[in-house]
T-cell receptor, first 114, second 117 residues
């Protein structure tokens, strides 16, 4: 069974640009969550999508947005990039219905802002 | 207040020894789950073990066990017979059924474990 796939693995952008990151969950998983990991702030929850609807949102500015498609694949968009957006962005998927279901993470997209 | 506290930024352990990584949590939710993840230097997050707030017994998964003390709000990870491949960052995380909702995980700051020969 294929794991969570994130593309691209690495990305370099400049300030002011926008970026779109992609996440394909494990087959059958309908919940997709996004996290930002930085040395200073650690792992922070961005948002979660379930059945194409945003179910939960972290404390990030509106420049961070996402969406989920009918096949459960998700994209995350960051507009007007800032230096502080340099981070590892992790996507996780999970099954629904049982509280003990872990989130399975992808390898992440490492975003560098110049 | 921090929801998940990991007080050990770094730990060293000899190969084949056992090691305990500390995690305390803070929640008013009656229903919650606690997770441990391992993150090698390559970056991927690997799920290790889960403990539910209503579980009566401590969780075990191979060489990993979770020392769950609900009254003290602690969920320490015990790794038995450490191996060189266990060297990584370890994160404790919590999912709250009502406060957080959905599958939102709140993570601690992590403990960097180094296994030595």
């Amino acid at each position: 069974k294929a794991g969570v796939t994130q593309t691209p693995r690495y990305l370099i952008k400049t300030r002011g640009q926008q970026v779109t990151l992609s996440c394909s969950p494990i087959s059958g998983h309908r919940s997709v969550s996004w996290y930002q990991q930085t040395p200073g702030q650690g792992l922070q929850f961005l948002f979660e999508y379930f059945s194409e609807t945003q179910r939960n949102k972290g404390n990030f500015p509106g420049r961070f947005s996402g969406r989920q498609f009918s096949n459960s694949r998700s994209e995350m968009n960051v507009s007007t990039l800032e230096l502080g957006d340099s981070a590892l962005y992790l996507c996780a998927s999970s099954l629904e219905g049982q509280s003990n279901q872990p989130q399975h993470f992808g390898d992440g997209t490492r975003l560098s802002i110049l | 207040a921090q929801k998940i506290t990991q007080t050990q930024p770094g730990m060293f352990v000899q190969e084949k020894e056992a090691v305990t990584l500390d995690c305390t949590y803070d929640t008013s939710d009656p229903s919650y789950g606690l997770f441990w993840y391992k993150q090698p230097s390559s970056g991927e997050m690997i799920f290790l073990i889960y403990q539910g707030s209503y579980d009566q017994q401590n969780a075990t998964e191979g060489r990993y066990s979770l020392n769950f003390q609900k009254a003290r709000k602690s969920a320490n990870l015990v790794i038995s017979a450490s191996q060189l491949g266990d060297s990584a960052m370890y994160f404790c995380a919590m999912r709250e059924a009502y406060t957080g909702g959905g599958n939102k995980l709140t993570f601690g700051t992590g403990t960097q474990l180094k296994v030595e020969l």
